[in-house]
């Protein structure tokens, strides 16, 4: 049997990467209480969770752009022998107005009472696919700039690409800050900065059959 043979060419991975300010905020709320029994727990901490929800649905935040995030219970003993229960539930919220979603969480917050947490919130690009397709792109140019100049270099000149090996997208993932409510400023601000990602493609050009 015989073996076929590899058409000359040359392979090359090209690396780019795609910046856009953020437009929208992502937000995870908490409220947590303790009482003597795990029924009183969740209903003071389903109460304060509820009137977060409320304010954030005030401040313009549709309900498509709510998720119940997490409930969960403990129970443990304190000194004397006293034994209490604390039940802590999350609410994710995506925020579409990054200029005022300081004043939205704050409001919220305020809202739920002493039970609230702000468990974590960051700034993303809504839709990041875009920002993905344009680092491919760029990733692509990176490839061919560097394949033609190393195909000069042999005296040689690029035919037609007869492989593209798509690297995952990284970079660009979300910082999240956990606080308590209790322990906020009076103000939040949200400085958007900048999101990127960025990408790899690897290429494989034939080289071409009418150049020496």
Known sequence: MGKTRRSEGITVTGTGSAAAVPDVVDVELGAEATAPDVQQALDTAAAGLDSARSALADHGVAAADLQTAQTST???????????????????????????????????????????????????????????????????????????????LAGRSLGRVVDVLDGAPAGGGPRPMAMRADAMAAKIGVDPGTQEVSASVTVRWEFDSGAS
């Open 74 to 152: 403990w129970t443990e003993n304190r000194e004397g022998g006293e034994q209490v229960t604390t039940a802590r539930l999350t609410l994710r919220a995506r925020v579409r107005d990054v200029d005022t979603a300081g004043e939205c969480v704050r409001a919220a917050l305020a809202a739920a009472g002493p039970v609230a947490r702000l468990e974590s919130m960051h700034v993303v690009v809504g839709d990041t696919e875009v920002l993905v397709r344009a680092a491919r792109e760029a990733a692509f140019r990176d490839a061919h700039a560097v394949a033609e100049q190393l195909a000069a």
